[in-house]
Nanobody, 124 residues
Framework: QVQLVESGGGLAQPGGSLRLSCTASGFTLDCYAIGWFRQAPGKEREGISSISSRSGNTYYTPSVKGRFTISRDNARDTVYLQMNSLKPEDTAVYYC?????????????????WGQGTQVTVSS
């Protein structure tokens, strides 16, 4: 059974940091591109970062570039999203997703497998 599980969400203060993890089970993560997405109440799901399977190319949406860093540890079948300098507008449910075609993308429609999401709240 293919499964993705996100963890690491929670409450952070503005300017603080969190590290999200996306762990795969039922398949080997190194053959998949992984994307991180978020969805705030009343808003559409937004692609924020992605990493390709082989080259490790990374992409970021402008609102998080320079603050968030995506990385992968294929030995642990895990992809991370390090989030620094958090802002209240980063508050959302964060999802990871996997694309077996291996190409990084910020478009949700490209991804076949999704995790259940983890809540990130940035508030003082």
């Amino acid at each position: 059974q293919v499964q993705l599980v996100e963890s690491g969400g929670g409450l952070a203060q503005p300017g603080g940091s969190l590290r999200l993890s996306c762990t795969a089970s039922g398949f080997t993560l190194d053959c998949y591109a992984i994307g991180w997405f978020r969805q705030a109440p009343g808003k559409e799901r937004e692609g924020i970062s992605s990493i390709s399977s082989r080259s490790g190319n990374t992409y970021y949406t402008p609102s998080v570039k320079g603050r968030f860093t995506i990385s992968r540890d294929n030995a642990r079948d895990t992809v991370y999203l390090q989030m620094n300098s958090l802002k209240p507008e980063d508050t959302a449910v964060y999802y990871c997703a996997a694309d077996p075609r291996g190409r990084a993308s910020l478009f949700p429609s490209r991804y076949d497998y999704w995790g259940q999401g983890t809540q990130v709240t940035v508030s003082s």
